[in-house]
Nanobody, 123 residues
Framework: VQLQASGGGLVQAGGSLRLSCAAS????????VGWFRRAPGKDRDFVAS????????AYADNVQGRFTISRDRAKNTVYLQMNNLKPEDTAVYYC?????????????????WGRGTQVTVSS
């Protein structure tokens, strides 16, 4: 499975971006997908995840209420809508496909990773 994350960019605080993660194979539609991010000098952190059918989602506490994850199984694409962005959201964002139909925040659950897309939020 190859993943292509896109949609990153430079935005002012309070602005919005929508990230997309396109999977190369249809089999990814049967697996949970997650978004993670790595800020400079920090570890890769969980952001959000969505189950295989989109029926359940999980969010990190610091993005809850601002970010929304969704998926279009027909297009093999998962989205991360990010609103009210803050400078602390600045990071490289990665999407990943889980080994399971439902996954949470554990990095070890995820088998396939995209290259990441840079999000920079200016104050």
């Amino acid at each position: 499975v190859q993943l292509q994350a896109s949609g990153g960019g430079l935005v002012q605080a309070g602005g919005s971006l929508r990230l997309s993660c396109a999977a190369s194979r249809r089999t990814a539609s049967n697996n949970a997908v997650g978004w993670f991010r790595r800020a400079p000098g920090k570890d890769r952190d969980f952001v959000a995840s969505i189950s295989w059918n989109g029926g359940s989602a999980a969010y990190a506490d610091n993005v809850q209420g601002r970010f929304t994850i969704s998926r279009d199984r027909a297009k093999n694409t998962v989205y991360l809508q990010m609103n009210n962005l803050k400078p602390e959201d600045t990071a490289v964002y990665y999407c990943a496909v889980s080994r399971f139909s439902h996954s949470g925040r554990e990095l070890t659950n995820y088998a396939y990773w995209g290259r990441g897309t840079q999000v920079t939020v200016s104050s």
